[in-house]
């Protein structure tokens, strides 16, 4: 299963809490989770994703793969 996750590049603390969550819960349910991989709503869930073993995909808009949060696995 893999599932995408979009959201703003900046977020509210409790924004951030839930992205988090979804991430996590996506990895536990054996989801790839499939992003922006930059910040934000993104990287919480990523994050999240990460903390529950699960594997990310962040799809950037640029060639540098350098830009993609700490939590992804696969920079495209």
Not at 9 to 14: E, I
Not at 48 to 69: F, Q, W
Request: glycine share 16%.
């Amino acid at each position: 299963m893999i599932v995408a996750v979009l959201g703003s590049s900046s977020c509210t603390p409790a924004e951030e809490e839930k992205a988090e969550a979804v991430g996590r819960l996506l990895a536990e349910a054996g989801a790839t989770l499939v992003c922006g991989g930059r910040g934000g709503v993104m990287a919480a869930a990523c994050r999240g994703a990460k903390s529950a073993g699960g594997l990310t995909v962040g799809i950037l808009p640029g060639v540098d793969r350098s830009e993609a949060n700490p939590w992804v696995d696969v920079p495209i």
